[in-house]
């Protein structure tokens, strides 16, 4: 009997299945419960929704901790209905460590830890910033962030790559501009690190204005550095652009089948057996 009610807690809480209304319902009751907290943590920031709702906003947050702690006890309490942790003391420390399982700790520390040790009101200012972390717990639900989760797992060498050309580039900038324009604007280009900023701004094509080169040379160097971002910061778009095609050829082929330009299914399968290829495409 014990087993067989923390299994079905295990079942309940994990991402609903076909025909498994009750897990279906809490997943959408938590997804709900996730945009309202996103929604709470941001009008909160109003001084008129503040000071009108207050209270109210406030009893939402410990009703929102209440159900988020609730939901972390009982999946530390019921993984061991999952072969992969069923050992009850290192099973359930791996089960912890899990990306979604750690997000789902954070989403509820930021109210826990002012409780648990002194702090000045700063600190807790910036603990309550944590609560947008619950954002992430939608990443369960989600088959879309799921999917881009892979891609970024999979992409990860060529983004780290790009990255680093990004750094180099900054840098090399930075230091050219400040060499140029140091002695003409020695406010604005003061030090390298000061020059990073203007540095940032060109390179990702934003172009703030508030800081930009007076010099001709300094002009001649910001033109130059302006069309290398351009090439530079399409490189991650690139990268993921390549990684979703990849996985969405990956799909076609564990399909096995020709896809019906139409309805996007198999050709050649029942209506039944697309329904299976869906959810089994999902589910990867």
Request: hydrophobic share 45%; proline share 6%.
């Amino acid at each position: 009997m014990y087993k067989a009610i923390r299994k079905r807690t295990f079942e309940i809480l994990e991402p609903g299945h076909n025909g498994d209304l009750t897990s279906k319902i809490v997943d959408l009751f938590i997804m709900l419960l996730i945009v309202l907290n996103v929604v709470a943590v941001v009008f909160e920031t109003v001084p008129e929704v503040q000071s009108r709702f207050g209270p109210y906003l406030h009893a939402f947050d410990l009703f929102s901790v209440g159900v988020f702690t609730v939901e972390y006890l009982l999946r530390i309490w019921s993984c061991t209905a999952d072969e992969h942790y069923r050992h009850p003391v290192t099973g359930r420390l791996r089960f912890m460590v899990r990306p979604m399982v750690l997000i789902d700790l954070l989403a509820i520390l930021p109210f826990y830890l002012p409780k648990l040790f002194p702090m000045d009101m700063r600190e807790v200012r910036v603990l309550r910033l944590f609560r947008l972390l619950r954002i992430f717990k939608l990443g369960r639900y989600s088959t879309a962030l799921q999917l881009l989760g892979r891609i970024l797992y999979n992409k990860k060498e060529e983004l780290a790559v790009g990255l680093v050309v990004m750094l180099i580039l900054l840098v090399f900038a930075s230091s050219s501009m400040y060499y140029v324009e140091r002695e003409a604007q020695p406010e604005a280009f003061s030090s390298i690190p000061a020059a990073m900023w203007w540095s940032v701004v060109t390179l990702t094509t934003v172009g703030y204005g508030d800081v930009s080169p007076v010099t001709p040379l300094g002009k001649l160097l910001g033109a130059f550095v302006a069309l290398i971002g351009v090439g530079t910061f399409a490189l991650p778009t690139a990268i993921l652009a390549n990684g979703f095609m990849q996985e969405i050829d990956r799909r076609h082929k564990d399909c096995g089948q020709p896809r019906c330009p139409h309805c996007g299914g198999p050709i050649g399968r029942r209506k039944s057996d697309y329904k299976t290829y869906q959810y089994a495409s999902k589910a990867s």
